[in-house]
Nanobody, 124 residues
Framework: QVQLVESGGGLVQAGDSLRLSCAAS????????MGWFRQAAGKEREFVAA????????DYADSVKGRFTISRDNAKNTVFLQMNSLKPEDTAVYYC?????????????????WGPGTQVTVSS
């Protein structure tokens, strides 16, 4: 069982930046695909970004391309989501997810483990 804990959420203004972190309790972190998803109030959970186990492959939702960057530090069992130029429509609970695969892509159903989420609120 992989335990994930997100941090770094908060309340910011439009145009600001935030960096989310997700720490994993897994010795084989380097063999996990890591992803970020988000769920706004009243909406379904949606894909944000994903990174392969060695960081060689990344994917982004069209809505965040050019503004968000996913990265990972396998030595620290941590994945990051740098969010720049935040917009009110980025407001959501952000979830970290992990899959025991080299790369699991953009579908939530492909991920095996989930964190409890961290709230990001962007005011206009």
């Amino acid at each position: 069982q992989v335990q994930l804990v997100e941090s770094g959420g908060g309340l910011v203004q439009a145009g600001d930046s935030l960096r989310l972190s997700c720490a994993a309790s897994e010795r084989t972190f380097g063999r996990l695909t890591m992803g970020w998803f988000r769920q706004a109030a009243g909406k379904e959970r949606e894909f944000v970004a994903a990174i392969s186990w060695r960081g060689g492959t990344t994917d982004y939702a069209d809505s965040v391309k050019g503004r968000f960057t996913i990265s990972r530090d396998n030595a620290k069992n941590t994945v990051f989501l740098q969010m720049n130029s935040l917009k009110p429509e980025d407001t959501a609970v952000y979830y970290c997810a992990a899959a025991r695969a080299a790369y699991s892509g953009t579908y939530a159903s492909s991920y095996d483990f989930w964190g409890p989420g961290t709230q990001v609120t962007v005011s206009s």
